[in-house]
């Protein structure tokens, strides 16, 4: 089997990290062209001195001048920095495939410009699809690039569909540990920190990632990746709580027979199908028993505790830049949350506040550029900044208080 030749973006993040785990279980099988990192040199020179790519991007120019003091002087990786930069990184020839892990809507560009390219594109980055995903669909089918999807539960579907798409398909079933606060009562909210929203049950995930996941926008964003990845209506994705994380997700079909894929949680697992599609590698991780297990529970979502799921629905039905505007707010919201500028409960009230201000100018004749339409890059970025600035001006003008008491 000939070699694979990959541009990893995010390669310093949950994502990437355990991309380079399963590339280094399997030496001959791949190759690193490129590894792309926002701003963590340090552990960015560690990966090149294990991989040696030819390129490596750094996407704060600042932290790119560090990197070239702390690599060798022989020049064998070149340093590049920006947008630019990973657009050159995802679009060079000899890339086979690219890993789209970065976090936030930074991974948009490259990974359009991958499709673009007509690259395989391994999608983990929710944003790109969140933002611009009717954009990204008809690229690839422009350009021959295959969508791989990533994520634990968009792979779960897509090994289920055994690539068959959406032949007889009837709905699909996305699942949710329900994270950190799903026995916490709801009246308790308020009291939640910093440090207990991080500290997810079954998964190990970046910051971000695991306040997304702590009030279930995460899986607001998935049934919008999904409705683009999969080619659905958000009335046929349903989301259900399933706290063992065995189950990854479902599919029914007009027959009604349903198909579940099963593992422990384990990022490796995905991401290797994603790598070696359609081949699979052997890979040496604990495996799933069943009896040890014991149950498999499923249960609804419950919407006074995780509203910004509900809102992420919303927004889908009003299609268009509605979807990047969310993203772009509730980016921005948990970033001040993770500084300690924000109550927990503060985060679904905020979202509230800006899809309530998103709907009322949707009425407009004429809204900011890229709400009603996306038609091109720009204006899904255009969608984002606007949905940034109005949770900030949500936030700043009501002073919301930081954070105080923990959870007995």
């Known amino acids: 089997m000939s070699e694979k ?46 991989h040696h790519p030819a390129v490596a991007v750094v996407f704060d120019p600042e932290a790119a001048s ?58 983990a980055n929710k944003e790109t699809l969140v933002l611009a995903g009717q954009l990204m669909i008809e690229a690839a089918a422009e350009s021959g690039a295959r969508l791989l ?42 009291e939640i920190t910093r440090e207990q929203a991080l500290a997810h049950p079954n998964w190990k995930m970046g910051p971000k990632i695991s306040i997304d996941s702590a009030t279930m926008m995460n899986k607001g964003l998935e049934v919008i990746e999904a409705r683009w990845l999969f080619g659905l209506q958000a009335d046929r994705i349903q989301v259900l709580i399933h706290r063992q994380s065995i189950v990854h997700s479902m599919v029914e079909f007009v027959d009604g027979s349903v198909i579940a894929q099963l593992g422990l949680p384990d990022m490796r697992t995905p991401i290797a199908h994603c790598l070696a599609y359609p081949d699979r590698l052997p890979l040496d991780l604990p495996r799933l028993n069943l009896a040890e297990v014991g149950k498999l529970e499923f249960e609804e979502v419950p919407p006074d505790k995780f509203s910004c799921l509900f809102l992420a629905l ?69 969608a984002d900044r606007w949905g940034r600035d109005a949770a900030l001006a949500i936030i700043n003008h009501a002073a919301y208080p930081h954070r105080s008491a923990n959870i007995a």
Not at 67 to 94: D, H
Not at 159 to 180: D, F, H, K, Y
């Open 5 to 50: 030749t990959l541009t990893v973006l995010g390669s310093t993040g949950s994502i990437g990290r355990n991309t380079l785990d399963v590339i280094q279980r399997f030496p001959g099988r791949f190759r690193i062209h490129a590894l792309a990192a926002h701003n963590n040199v340090e552990m960015l020179a560690d990966q090149i001195d294990v």
């Open 66 to 123: 560090r990197l070239r003091e702390i690599l060798p002087g022989n020049g064998a990786t070149a340093v590049l920095t920006g947008m630019e930069g990973l657009v050159e990184a995802v679009s060079a020839p000899e890339v086979d495939q690219v890993i789209s892990g970065m976090v936030g809507s930074v991974g948009l560009r490259p990974t359009y410009a991958a499709i673009e390219c007509g690259k395989q594109v391994a999608i």
């Open 149 to 190: 999807p990533m994520d634990s539960e968009h792979n779960a579907i897509f090994q289920c569909l055994n690539g068959n798409g959406s032949r007889g398909l009837e709905r699909i079933v996305l699942t949710a540990s329900g994270g950190p606060f799903r026995d916490l009562p709801f009246e308790r909210f308020g």
């Open 314 to 382: 919303e927004v889908l039905e009003l299609g268009g830049g509605a979807p990047a505007a969310l993203n772009g707010a509730n980016e921005e919201i948990v970033a001040v949350f993770l500084d300690d500028g924000l109550l927990f409960s503060a985060i679904p009230t905020v979202l509230g506040q800006v899809v309530k201000k998103l709907k009322e100018i949707l009425k407009q004749p004429e809204p900011p550029a890229g709400l009603r339409d996306v038609g091109s890059v720009k204006e899904a970025l255009d």
